[in-house]
Nanobody
Framework: QVQLVESGGGLVQPGGSLRLSCAASGTILRRNPMGWYRQAQGKQREWVASIGVGGSTNYADSVKGRFTISRDNIKNLYYLQMNNLKPDDTAVYYC???????????????WGQGTQVTVSS
């Protein structure tokens, strides 16, 4: 059974930084691209960034140049370094496997609780 635990969120001022972590279990996660997603209040969940098994990365235009995704295959941990945060980045952030590399879409039916990121002065 796949288990995902996101952490590292918090309240930060605009321009600040946060690093999110995702602890994942299950062999499927070691064999698939992984992604970060976010859902702002009242909006649908959207894809943020992906990382392939070999380390290739892909980002949504809205975060390109500000966010960096990485993974530790030995520890089965995934990270999202977020710099120059903006109020529009405020959302609950989730991690999960990526089904479609081009779009970042995930076919996952099980999601973790996510971690809240709030960017506000």
């Amino acid at each position: 059974q796949v288990q995902l635990v996101e952490s590292g969120g918090g309240l930060v001022q605009p321009g600040g930084s946060l690093r999110l972590s995702c602890a994942a279990s299950g062999t499927i996660l070691r064999r698939n691209p992984m992604g970060w997603y976010r859902q702002a209040q009242g909006k649908q969940r959207e894809w943020v960034a992906s990382i392939g098994v070999g380390g290739s990365t892909n980002y949504a235009d809205s975060v390109k140049g500000r966010f960096t995704i990485s993974r530790d295959n030995i520890k089965n941990l995934y990270y999202l370094q977020m710099n120059n945060l903006k109020p529009d980045d405020t959302a609950v952030y989730y991690c999960n496997f990526v089904s479609n590399w081009s779009t970042g879409q995930s076919a996952a039916t099980t999601w973790g609780q996510g971690t809240q990121v709030t960017v506000s002065s």
